[in-house]
């Protein structure tokens, strides 16, 4: 099913209906009893949105009662509710010169800001920036956050979180330019974990081959960080001070040896943590559910490359974005 356009919900009533259904490849699989707490392995995984291009971004927005996320190639943001009714929510989303090229252009992760705005990763763009409308009349105007270091611009901000004293952390992999690390317009020759601060200035925390999803612990004493290189695939774990500076840098989980076996598709990539401090990373496979230390305690196995996991505000419901579908599953 090809995507359906249609005008934001605060603006007309009638949806785009596509009753969520189960998909019928994707399970849950128990590795610790401990993770009985959150998962049901009897769980219908249900399919929400599809007929999309590649879906990133899941941003569960509770005012509107609706998940934000974006199709990257599509260069657009879509909102679907929890019934399945699908609509266009913003176009371009991140990539905005009239000038057209290739590659994965599109914004990919959202956020709210302290504020409340929406803030997006846009690859196309190359930038962090926020749109500068009401979340309910959304346009295509936005306000730049951070765009270059050093005088160079960045490759294409790919995901990012805030600590609760509004600074922002966001990672910057090559994955928006057309043509990735030998893109010719690459001016930075790493790819980065950024902070930008309130008042502006950009910092370099660390330097990773593929940098991608990010996460603090509930207390913001940890920060995760997903690395989706097929070579070293693998989740990192830092440890955050009192100033939100980055100290220890430990290896959270390495999952290389899972890459390309049959049933693991994908790599490490989005991830979010539950307020109980356990985490749901997406990776080969589906989702991983880890605790705080470290081991696994379950798999969601979507049948898909899965790109990104969000949850409702109550924590009853986990959204997955998976190729080209939109998936969620009811929490305990």
Same mark, same amino acid.
């Given at each position: 099913?090809?995507?359906? =356009? ?7 009533? &009638? ?7 189960? *998909? $019928? ?26 007929? =999309? ?6 941003? %569960? %927005? ?8 974006? !199709? ?9 509710? @929890? ?6 929510? #913003? ?18 992760? +959202? ?6 705005? &929406?803030? +997006?990763?846009? =690859?196309? !763009?190359?930038?962090?920036?926020? @749109? ?16 270059? /270091? ?13 600590? #609760?004293?509004?600074? #922002? ?59 989706? !290189? ?22 959270? /989980? ?12 994908? +790599? ?5 943590? =539950? ?37 409702? $505000?109550?924590?009853?419901? &986990? ?11 009811? +929490? *305990?």
């Amino acid at each position: 099913m090809k995507p359906i =356009h249609c005008l934001p919900i605060f603006i007309i009533a &009638l949806a785009c209906t596509s009753k969520p259904s189960t *998909k $019928t490849d994707a399970y849950i699989e128990i590795l610790d009893d401990r993770a009985l707490e959150w998962l049901d392995p009897d769980t219908e995984i249900r399919i929400l949105a599809e007929g =999309h291009q590649w879906t990133e971004g899941p941003l %569960w %927005w509770e005012q509107g009662q609706v998940l934000l996320y974006t !199709d990257i190639p599509d260069n657009a943001i879509y909102q679907v509710n @929890m019934q399945g009714d699908k609509y266009l929510y #913003l176009k371009p989303s991140g990539y905005t010169d009239p000038e057209p090229r290739g590659g994965e252009v599109g914004a990919n992760g +959202l956020l709210f800001s302290p504020e409340g705005r &929406l803030v +997006l990763c846009q =690859h196309g !763009d190359r930038r962090m920036a926020y @749109m500068d409308s009401p979340l309910d009349q959304a346009k295509d105007e936005f306000v730049t956050l951070a765009d270059s /270091y050093e005088g160079k611009r960045l490759n294409s901000p790919n995901d990012a979180v805030y600590d #609760l004293m509004g600074r #922002l952390y966001f990672t910057d992999p090559p994955y928006g330019l057309e043509k990735n690390m030998d893109d010719p317009n690459k001016e930075l020759d790493f790819q980065g974990l950024f902070r930008l601060r309130t008042g502006g200035e950009l910092e370099l925390l660390d330097r990773l081959t593929r940098p991608n999803g990010l996460a603090f612990s509930p207390d913001q004493s940890r920060l995760y960080v997903a690395n989706s !290189d097929p070579d070293l695939a693998v989740w990192y774990v830092y440890e955050v001070d009192m100033k939100g500076n980055l100290t220890d840098r430990n290896l959270f /989980y390495d999952a290389t040896t899972y890459v390309g076996r049959d049933g693991y598709k994908g +790599l490490p990539d989005g991830l979010k943590v =539950h307020t109980s401090g356990i985490v749901f990373a997406t990776g080969p496979g589906g989702v991983w559910v880890f605790s705080p230390e470290g081991e696994v305690l379950a798999r969601i196995y979507t049948g898909e490359a899965t790109s990104n996991c969000a949850f409702s $505000t109550d924590e009853k419901t &986990l959204f997955m974005t998976a190729d080209s579908y939109v998936l969620k599953i009811e +929490l *305990k």
